[in-house]
């Protein structure tokens, strides 16, 4: 390898930065140190297939890959190289960056409509003396089921509610970010008060009500929240989050950063003939909680 050539790179979307990266990044410091080389990850800002459908912000993404210990992080905007051929792309980000190592997984596409493949990466790094390393999908048993890691398998995952699943394919605790926001308080007259939450733009949410943990200026309390339409308190339909502290008054400005952490869902969302028949129900859906939350006290991190 040559004096110039200083970087062993990886390049992707790294949605949720999960089990697979994390093994991908491993091997990406494993080879860097043993060539006296630094670490580069290129990511994107966003990926156009992905609209609303992400299961990090942009923002959270980032922050777990800067505590993955790699030198270099260098977000590519989406917008600004979509229109790049993978020869071009190539060039700009390999080769005029001094990259000397490559490390990406076997389904890993670049270039404009992702035209460029594993077989083209090759052939282009070849040529310049860059040397590949193609990675097979990383797996985990879950149960009786062996799972290739993906972010695609993860969004399936949470839009399935199989938050404990989520949990072992990121392996780390799964939050929902986002921020409060004012409500119209009718939940606070219904004796509930709940905290609205808007979720961060373009994020991957569940539907229903959901029993987890509400993290606020890092401080958690068990909850119940409700992902949907409030369908019997909203003549306009629009989709909320309304997250309901157990057993403490929980103050929070809007604005303010919220984490909602999912552990079950307990129902589907559903319409009420009365405002009493809601607040049974709410009291069942409490009820209920306690009793999940009690039994799931280790996730209490």
Do not use: W
């Not at 939050?175 to 808007?198: C, D, E, Q």
């Not at 373009?202 to 992902?227: D, Q």
């Not at 929070?252 to 028949?277: A, C, H, M, T």
């Amino acid at each position: 390898m040559t004096n110039k050539k200083k970087y062993v790179c990886t390049i992707g979307n790294f949605d949720g930065v999960h089990l697979g990266h994390q093994k991908l990044i491993d091997v990406v410091r494993e080879v860097a140190k043993k060539n006296r080389l630094q670490t580069l990850i290129y990511t994107f800002d966003k990926v156009a297939k992905l609209y609303k459908n992400y299961i990090y912000s942009l923002k959270t993404k980032l922050q777990i890959l800067k505590n993955s210990q790699v030198d270099k992080i260098c977000v590519l905007k989406f917008d600004n190289i979509c229109h790049l051929p993978p020869t071009e792309f190539f060039e700009k980000f390999i080769v005029n960056k001094n990259i000397s190592v490559i490390i990406t997984g076997k389904d890993f596409r670049f270039g404009k409509n992702a035209k460029g493949d594993t077989g083209l990466l090759c052939n282009l790094a070849r040529q310049k003396d860059i040397v590949v390393f193609i990675l097979e999908d990383f797996c985990v048993k879950i149960g009786e089921n062996l799972y290739s890691v993906s972010s695609s398998l993860i969004r399936d995952k949470i839009l399935n509610c199989k938050f404990n699943e989520v949990e072992v394919l990121l392996n780390r605790p799964y939050y929902i970010s986002g921020r409060k926001t004012s409500g119209l308080g009718l939940a606070k007259k219904l004796g509930f008060p709940t905290i609205n939450f808007l979720p961060e733009e373009n994020l991957l949410v569940p539907r229903g009500v959901v029993v987890g943990f509400c993290k606020i200026r890092n401080k958690i309390y068990p909850s119940v929240a409700n992902f949907g339409f409030k369908p019997t308190l909203e003549e306009v339909e629009k989709f909320v989050v309304e997250i309901h502290v157990i057993g403490k008054k929980v103050f929070v400005n809007d604005g303010e950063d919220v984490f909602f952490r999912p552990i079950k869902k307990i129902r589907d969302e559903q319409k009420f003939v009365s405002l009493e028949d809601l607040r049974n129900q709410v009291k069942k859906d409490i009820y209920i909680a306690k009793k999940i939350l009690k039994m799931g006290e280790k996730y209490a991190k």
